[in-house]
């Protein structure tokens, strides 16, 4: 009986994505189905439950390393593959919206893809995206990652990469693990280095993004450099 139920339930989940999308169901029960791979049979109720209380989003529920989630009840490799098989289907989604067109046009997918490129917030992290000439997409690299105040940022390092693509101009964007998205004087006179010594070689700097936790503050908007 409790194993009819489970199907029905899960069946009634099923039906209720398909017919009504996502946006339908609540953060717990999107987990709830991803979970399902891992778990065959049984509740995945609990576990959705108990990852979103421990980790406060689902975010932070695809991001947590492997020991931290593997402190919940119920959590096990395969629950882990799983968690992580989303996190890289959802990552490599973010940057497909930004290819094939100029990366600046829409500011929410870019943004989007960069909070879930830096895996951890709490860890201050330099990210560059590559552009040409018309702002298309190139590539892009974790430049640096840090500690829980600070990134060491090497600007040669950063042209030099721009060149080797063939870059005609950078966007950089970092994160403070404090919350605040508002750019410290380090920032701006780091930008404003990194800016004169690509001016020297026809790289542009097209922007600096500081992200915060819900906020982030574009540099070139505040003529900060």
Same mark, same amino acid.
């Given at each position: 009986?409790?194993?009819?139920?489970?199907?029905?339930?899960?069946?009634?989940?099923?039906?209720?994505?398909?017919?009504?999308?996502?946006?339908?169901?609540?953060?717990?029960?999107?987990?709830?189905?991803?979970?399902?791979?891992?778990?065959?049979?049984?509740?995945?109720?609990?576990?959705? #439950? +108990?990852? @979103?209380? &421990?980790f406060k989003n689902l975010?932070?529920?695809? !991001? =947590?390393? #492997? +020991?931290? @989630?593997? &402190?919940?009840?119920?959590?096990?490799?395969?629950? !882990? =593959?799983?968690?992580?098989?989303?996190?890289?289907?959802?990552?490599?989604?973010?940057?497909?919206?930004?290819?094939?067109?100029?990366?600046?046009?829409?500011?929410?997918?870019?943004?989007?893809?960069?909070?879930?490129?830096?895996?951890?917030?709490?860890?201050?992290?330099?990210?560059?995206?590559?552009?040409?000439?018309?702002?298309?997409?190139?590539?892009?690299?974790?430049?640096?990652?840090?500690?829980?105040?600070?990134?060491?940022?090497?600007?040669?390092?950063?042209?030099?990469?721009?060149?080797?693509?063939?870059?005609?101009?950078?966007?950089?964007?970092?994160?403070?693990?404090?919350?605040?998205?508002?750019?410290?004087?380090?920032?701006?006179?780091?930008?404003?280095?990194?800016?004169?010594?690509?001016?020297?070689?026809?790289?542009?700097?097209?922007?600096?993004?500081?992200?915060g936790s819900g906020s982030?503050?574009?540099?070139?908007?505040?003529?900060?450099?």
């Open positions: 009986m409790v194993e009819n139920h489970q199907q029905g339930h899960r069946k009634r989940l099923r039906e209720r994505l398909i017919k009504s999308g996502e946006e339908a169901l609540a953060d717990y029960e999107l987990l709830e189905m991803a979970l399902y791979w891992s778990h065959p049979r049984g509740d995945t109720k609990p576990i959705a #439950k +108990d990852l @979103l209380i &421990k975010a932070n529920v695809f !991001v =947590a390393s #492997k +020991d931290d @989630l593997k &402190k919940v009840k119920g959590v096990g490799d395969s629950t !882990v =593959a799983v968690l992580r098989l989303s996190y890289a289907i959802a990552l490599r989604l973010a940057k497909a919206e930004l290819m094939d067109r100029p990366l600046l046009m829409d500011s929410d997918q870019l943004i989007r893809y960069c909070r879930l490129r830096i895996k951890d917030p709490k860890i201050e992290q330099f990210h560059i995206f590559f552009l040409d000439k018309k702002h298309q997409f190139l590539s892009d690299e974790i430049h640096q990652i840090g500690t829980v105040d600070h990134a060491t940022v090497y600007p040669r390092e950063i042209i030099k990469k721009a060149l080797e693509y063939g870059a005609s101009k950078i966007l950089m964007v970092h994160n403070h693990p404090s919350g605040d998205s508002t750019p410290s004087k380090a920032d701006v006179d780091l930008t404003k280095h990194i800016a004169e010594i690509g001016e020297k070689l026809g790289i542009q700097v097209n922007d600096h993004l500081v992200l982030y503050t574009s540099m070139k908007a505040k003529e900060l450099f």
